[in-house]
């Protein structure tokens, strides 16, 4: 049987890609390149499934991490292993490194890849099925250069998409206010979102996220630092508008301590910061079971990690606003994939076929590498 193959090859490749703007965020900007980790498992039958990380050293850590934590910790633990030990795998991986949620998403994505390849089903139907076959998304604007966002609000328009982030905190309240009476007053027909990415200072965040809110926005989306819960539940009190945390949430762990603290009305679920699909559909359901929402948020990833995001959503009924599945259109220069990621008036298409449904392009990913290691100790 399919999931009785054993596993005989683990590939890991480090990635630097361009990208074509600056993005400018609470707690630092991303400029010229993203680094990205790919890795690959083949099993005896020939098959091999993908996976990508998409760390960020400020939020989730680095590619280098990742990078060794597959290589060196993990790689063990799965060379030799069934396709259908993947729980087990994953548990032991859990363990064998600490914290390097990226490396880990990366794992699952690859077995559920190689298995959905192997048995011929998209990996959404591995994760317990389809609730939907399209996702509204949302493209954040985070330029430090306003007009090159006014030009890709135009590109938006014409595209199709309708919900906007703004990246908020980075250069000033006033600075802040000004863009979104911008883009109010010139831009209606989108939904707009506001993201501090811990931008605001302690002393001043209730006030400035009570001005943002007089415009209206889905939602206003981790204010202060991470670990500052307390504060975070304040500003929730203050305002109408939903508070939503991201950083101050990784994974189910830290779900139950928004839960108990009542820090927020919604999260943001990446499977960067959860450690893997599996893993962020446990996080939706726990904040749905209390009447909080959840968005598919991500990190600066290329088109493999947005096709495992995609399929994670397409099979999770408790995320309801959304993705920001946009870099491999709108920020890279150029993406991984065999085929585009898609995207259709505004819309993220679920695939339809095995696995994740497109394979990474191994020209680009010779082109893109800076390391790459199979195990081999030549």
Known sequence: ????????????????????????????????????????????????????????????????????????YIRPLVVGRSIGDRAAIMADAAYAVAHCTEAKAALETALLDLQGRISGLPVWALLGGKCRDTIPLSCSIADPDWEADLKLMERLREDGVRIIKLKTGFKGHAYDMMRLEELRKNYPEFKIRVDYNQGLHHDNAIRCVQEVATFDPDFIEQPVKAHLRSLMARIRDSIDIPLLADESVFGPEDMQTAIAMGLCDGVSIKIMKTGGLTRAQTVARMAQSVGLSAYGGDMFEAGLAHLAGTHMIASTPEITLGCEFYQASYFLVEDILQTPFEVKDGQVIVPQDAGLGVLPDPDKLTKYTLTHSNGSKA
């Open 1 to 72: 049987m399919s999931v009785d193959q054993k596993i005989t090859a683990m590939d890991v490749w480090h990635l630097q890609l361009p990208v074509n703007a600056r993005r400018d965020h609470g707690i630092g900007s991303v400029e010229h390149v993203v680094d990205i980790v790919v890795v690959g498992l083949t099993a005896e039958g020939g098959q091999t499934g993908y996976g990508e990380g998409s760390s960020w050293s400020v939020f989730t850590g680095s590619a280098e991490a990742s990078f060794a934590a597959l290589d060196r």
